[in-house]
Structures are given as C-alpha cells and as structure tokens.
C-alpha cells in the first residue's frame, strides 16, 4: 500500500472549515484513499472514502487531485467534538496501515 | 447496530499471567482483524481472519501471542504468558470480507491491557 504524509498538527475555530491535507504520491490505479479519525482513547472511526472522484456523507467531503497525488478531508462545520487525530490510508487489499495522523484541535 | 464488541474493557494482570481478550464482530461481517496501539509504534494490525481461517499473522509479535476464530461470531487474542511490553489497547475490527479496496473496517471500542 502507498505511504501518505500528513502535517502532525492543526487547529482550526469552532464552525468553520477544517481542510486537513495528505499527501499519497505513490498511490496505484486500484488502490483507495481511506480517512479514519480517533478521538482519545476510542476506536478509530471510519470517515470517508475514494477512489478518483469527490466524495460526500454525512460526515465530511474527500476531494481528491485529478493525478490521485493528494487529497483533503472537509469538515465543513468543525465543533469541539470533532477535535481528535485523523489518518489519511491508501489501501488496495484488506491491510489498512495507520501512520501518524494529523492531530486535528477544534478550538471554541 | 451493535457494532464491534470487544471485553473487556479494561485488564490489569500480572507479568506471567495468561491473558484473553474477545471479539465479537458485527453480524454478517466475515472478516475480523486485531491490532494493538502503543506510544511507540502507533496502531498495529496483528493478524486478520477471513471466514474464520487466519489470512495474514505476519504482525504477530511472537509466540506468546495467539488468535483464534472458532465462529463467525467470536474471536479471542491469547498472551501466555504476558509480559509488562504487552501493555497497549487492543482494537478488534470487521468487515464484509471482500478482500477489496472498498471493503469498510468497523472498529470495536478497545481493550486496554496493563501488565505489572
């Protein structure tokens, strides 16, 4: 699976935007982009996924770069509780390898 | 949904002891993974079933470890004997099992084990 690299920390105000970017230069044709988050001493949660083309739940959008080099995760309306550590994975079988994650700080 | 049960919560035990900690994946789920998360080398996967066979025990740390998946629905991690190295939290996670990309893994709460 590709190697991501990720900032180690941000902050970002209560309600707004948090764009939180990973970088997979090595990515491959089949292989997804997962976001998972972490809230302290919790099970990872799963957030988001894709492939090539932007992504939207209820959670948050992925937007993904036409060469599949780097993407961001949008929260759109961050809120305290959305401070945790976010892992960017690229993965094309069953293996996900969590790397260091950025450590996302939602600040009031 | 339930989700991914994992008990117990929490474990304190004595260097020596034999230690199980269980799983229960989600229902119709036919993939379960464990990995353990310390300080010092992040979250870890350990080794992952699929449809109740062992797939990959490459993470397996050694030979006290052990894993087993009699069922679809329950699987236990064994430590014998433990040692104070092994205290970490220990995730239990499942999937539907397609072996895909797309194949979504939901993970339990944890178990937090600490070895004197």
């Known amino acids: 699976d590709a190697k991501t690299t990720q900032p180690t920390s941000m902050d970002c105000a209560e309600g707004r935007a948090a764009n939180l970017p990973c970088n997979h230069s090595t990515i491959s044709g089949n292989e997804y982009v997962y976001w998972y988050r972490q809230i302290h001493s919790q099970g990872p949660q799963y957030i988001i996924h894709?492939?090539?083309n932007n992504e939207t739940n209820e959670m948050a959008s992925l937007i993904i770069t036409e060469d599949r080099k780097s993407s961001t995760l949008i929260l759109p309306h961050a809120t305290l509780r959305d401070t945790a550590v976010y892992y960017c994975?690229?993965?094309?079988?069953?293996?996900?390898?969590f790397g260091e994650g950025t450590q996302l700080t939602v600040n009031p | 949904d339930a989700g991914v049960i994992q008990s117990p919560r929490h474990e304190v035990t004595e260097m020596g002891q034999e230690v199980t900690l269980r799983c229960k994946p989600i229902?119709?789920?036919?993939?379960l993974f464990w990995y353990r998360q310390t300080m010092m080398r992040g979250l870890e996967l350990l080794i992952y079933f699929n449809n109740n066979v062992p797939i990959d025990d490459s993470g397996m740390p050694e030979d006290r470890f052990s894993a087993k998946m009699p069922n679809a629905s329950f699987s236990t991690l064994k430590i014998q004997p433990s040692e104070p190295r092994d205290s970490a939290v220990y995730f239990c996670?499942?999937?539907?099992?397609?072996?895909?990309?797309?194949?979504?893994?939901?993970f339990g709460p944890g178990t937090r084990l600490t070895v004197l």
């Open positions: 996670a499942s999937s539907l099992g397609t072996g895909r990309g797309t194949d979504t893994q939901y």
């Open positions: 229902s119709g789920h036919n993939s």
């Open positions: 894709g492939l090539k």
């Open positions: 994975i690229v993965r094309g079988g069953s293996r996900l390898t």
